[in-house]
Structure formats: C-alpha cells, structure tokens
C-alpha cells in the first residue's frame, strides 16, 4: 500500500484521513488492531474522488455501527471507510415512504418512522446496527427483515458511480442477498403504513420486551454469531450450541453467553485470536454432533 500516495491525496478532501489507527472501540466486541487508512467519509463528492483514484487499487472494508463485525488484531493492510453523519439523513416522502442514509441507525429510523406515524418499522427499534449494514445482510427479528420494507437502494460502485437499485431487482435471501461485494450503500427508500402512533409504541415496546427477555444487552458482544441454518434443520442455532457444546467454555476472555447460546461475549480483554478459537470451537463441536454445518453472520475483518 502507498500510504505517502493517500497521504498527498488526502490533502485535497474535506474528509478525514487517519493513519495507523485503532479500529479496538469502534465495534461492541470492543476487539481488534489497527488499520493503515481509516477514511472518515463526510460528502459524496469526495467518496466518488476517492473510489476514482483507489477504488481499484486498495483492500476496503466499509465499518457501520460495529455491533456484528469482529476485527482482527493485526494490522489491516488496507482502508477502513466510515461514512459520517451527511450519510444519516432521514427524509419523509408522500405515501409512507421514508429515505435514510446507510449510517443512519436502525433505532433512528424506527424512531423516525413512530413520530410520523408510519408502520412497518417496529422491528428495526430491536436491530443494533445501520442502514448499510442491515441492507449488506438483510437483517431481521421477529420474523421481519430489510426485504420487507425495501423499495430501492443507491449505491456506488468502486470506480465511483452512483446506481439505483430496485428492491424487485435484488434475489434477497435469509440473512443474506445476491449484490456485489465491492458495492458502498449510500441510501434506501422503504415503504411503510400509515399506523397509529399509539399503536406502533405498543408494538416496540412489546417487541423489546421479548428482546429484553431472551437476549443479553450492555455487554461486549457481536450480537448473533451464526445464521440459523433453515436447509439443514428444523432447530435454532441456541438448540443446536446447547447440546453439543459444554456452555462453560472458554478461550481466553471469550465465552458464551448464558442467556443466549448464540450471543459470544468478550468477558475480559478477549482477543481476537480467543473470539476466533471459540467461534471455530463450536462450529467443529455441532458438526460433529449434529451434522449440521453452521455458518458466520458476523462479519470478520482480517
């Protein structure tokens, strides 16, 4: 990587270039090294340039709100981008249709939605990440996802051009979807009802009550490790961790939590090596016993 090159371009951006910086407190694992360029993105014109010049020529990982990505501890020889706030607007359109930035949280948008009396989006309040994320993996609880209330999507590709993509163009399966790995979500409209604000309230509070319940909260954790793997078993994942896994176990500060066998948590200056042994520990132990292969739905970057 030629970080005197993004150094001297770095110059002409408004944004904000870091180098050499600690990406540890930027996810709830609260896990990770460094990375050689953190870009924090401030206007699309100056993603575009970026994307025009380096687009090609570098390794990027785009960073939302953290809350389901475990960063590695070495260092990232690549650029970090975080799109700041100028990528959080939320926009009411006529018929219930709401637009929000990829770095508008999901809570925000839930919140958004109730103070305008528009339904659909209670689920969003119980979802711990972004806009851009949940597009990335089609996020969901309590039997709602992304795809549901998806119209359209922008993006931009890595030599920098700005696409629409329609919701009916994009094959959107659980926790997962078929758009390119290199796209940057920009922004998303989704459709919503209109709907009681009384009515909504109720619906969230209900929703995060049974969250509440059934999940642990106020802890370094990634949220759901693996996808629940619907081809394979009739069985959830926490099922699955339970009778093939002793629920004691350990590696280093990583282990799993009590009140939801699918949630890891970093119980005391866990590294990434110990999060990675564990995840990989239970994956071989509920194959072994199960048959079942699980899958990742946190995203590593390494």
């Known amino acids: 990587?030629?970080?005197?090159?993004?150094?001297?371009?770095?110059?002409?951006?408004?944004?904000?270039?870091?180098?050499?910086?600690?990406?540890?407190?930027?996810?709830?694992?609260?896990?990770?090294?460094?990375?050689k360029v953190y870009f924090k993105v401030e206007s699309l014109a100056d993603l575009i340039l970026f994307l025009k010049k380096f687009g090609k020529k570098q390794k990027i990982f785009v960073l939302g709100a953290g809350s389901n990505t475990l960063i590695s501890d070495k260092i990232f020889d690549g650029v970090v981008i975080k799109l700041g706030k100028n990528f959080s607007n939320i926009t009411i359109l006529p018929n219930n249709i709401i637009v929000a930035g990829s770095s508008c949280t999901?809570?925000?948008?839930?919140d958004y939605a109730l103070e305008n009396e528009v339904g659909g989006f209670e689920f969003l309040s119980c979802i711990p990440g972004t806009i851009g994320g949940g597009l990335r993996m089609n996020?969901?609880?309590f039997d709602k996802e992304f795809k549901d209330i998806l119209i359209s999507i922008q993006a931009i590709d890595r030599i920098g051009r700005v696409i629409t993509i329609p919701?009916?163009?994009?094959?959107?399966?659980y926790r997962s979807n078929?758009?390119?790995d290199d796209l940057i979500f920009l922004s998303a409209s989704f459709k919503g009802l209109k709907k009681n604000k009384n009515e909504i309230k109720k619906?969230?509070?209900?929703?995060?009550?049974k969250k509440n319940q059934s999940q642990p909260n106020r802890i370094k954790t990634g949220g759901s490790t693996f996808k629940n793997p619907i081809n394979q078993t009739?069985?959830?994942?926490?099922?699955?961790?339970?009778?093939?896994v002793p629920l004691d176990t350990k590696f280093g500060g990583a282990g799993i939590s009590n009140k939801h066998y699918n949630f890891f948590i970093n119980e005391k200056n866990a590294s990434f090596n110990d999060m990675n042994k564990l995840i990989e520990f239970v994956i071989?132990?509920?194959?072994?016993?199960?048959?079942?292969?699980l899958e990742k739905e946190i995203k590593i970057l390494e």
């Open 203 to 209: 619906e969230i509070h209900k929703l995060k009550n």
């Open 167 to 173: 919701a009916k163009k994009v094959l959107f399966e």
């Open 106 to 110: 999901d809570k925000k948008l839930s």
């Open 139 to 141: 996020a969901g609880c």
């Open 178 to 180: 078929d758009l390119a």
């Open 234 to 244: 009739n069985k959830k994942v926490w099922e699955l961790i339970k009778e093939s």
């Open 284 to 293: 071989d132990n509920v194959e072994k016993k199960t048959g079942v292969k």
């Open 1 to 35: 990587m030629k970080i005197e090159e993004i150094k001297n371009f770095s110059k002409k951006l408004k944004s904000q270039f870091y180098f050499n910086y600690d990406l540890k407190k930027l996810n709830w694992f609260n896990i990770g090294g460094k990375t």
